[in-house]
């Protein structure tokens, strides 16, 4: 289930931070502002807009749904030139709390493009995804919701145009119902995109990331 939602155009500023971390690896290529608490006003105000959605997403998404509050699944990103995040499904249960991660929140800062994709069951042996079955040009301001199901597999398309860089923030609401899907990683689950073809080596790198035993050894590779 997604919902979207379009409001007016953010004003962005302050974004010339001190502690962006860079992803650079064959699954995603970006840069995610690591604090998460003491940002700008204005950021600030973006994401507790974003948290004080909860009670009205539990009845949208007929769950209890709770603010993830050590936002640990909480992100700032921006994608600069080239930069993209592959097909994936996100984590199934919250490594602190243990929380499921029921629903994701993105709101977009910029001009952005969702695509989301059919597939199999992420906890399949063989798990592919198959086609685009949506995707989304979002404006300044869309903020989409969709559920952290089986089956939600999703990417960002690359950057191609210089200039056009792309700034989103992320968030998760938690819920108590840890047996209504299978996938119980706590890390993200990437998977190629039909037409391309992953090295053995990439996809153990792959495995060991999503791995919540030894995703700490390769995490940043």
Not at 68 to 97: K, M, S
Not at 109 to 136: A, F, M, P, Y
Not at 155 to 177: C, D, N
Request: aromatic share 14%; net charge negative.
């Amino acid at each position: 289930m997604i919902i979207q939602k379009e409001g007016h155009r953010y004003f962005i500023e302050h974004w010339n931070l001190p502690y962006w971390n860079r992803y650079d690896n064959p699954f995603e290529k970006k840069w995610s502002l690591k604090e998460k608490f003491n940002l700008p006003i204005n950021i600030s105000a973006l994401i507790n807009l974003l948290d004080t959605q909860y009670d009205n997403l539990s009845q949208i998404f007929e769950a209890n749904l709770k603010i993830d509050l050590e936002r640990h699944y909480h992100g700032i990103f921006r994608y600069q030139l080239g930069d993209y995040l592959n097909v994936h499904v996100d984590a199934g249960i919250n490594p602190i709390t243990k929380l499921r991660k029921h629903v994701t929140a993105i709101m977009y800062l910029t001009e952005s493009v969702l695509e989301l994709w059919s597939g199999s069951n992420c906890t399949n042996q063989d798990k592919r995804v198959t086609h685009v079955t949506e995707l989304i040009d979002a404006k300044p301001g869309t903020v989409i919701y969709f559920e952290n199901n089986d089956f939600a597999w999703h990417g960002v398309s690359p950057v191609y145009q210089l200039g056009k860089e792309r700034i989103l923030i992320t968030a998760s609401f938690m819920s108590e119902e840890i047996n209504i899907w299978s996938n119980i990683r706590q890390r993200a689950f990437f998977v190629p995109r039909p037409n391309e073809i992953w090295s053995e080596d990439i996809e153990k790198l792959r495995d060991v990331r999503s791995d919540s035993e030894r995703y700490a050894e390769v995490y940043r590779v």
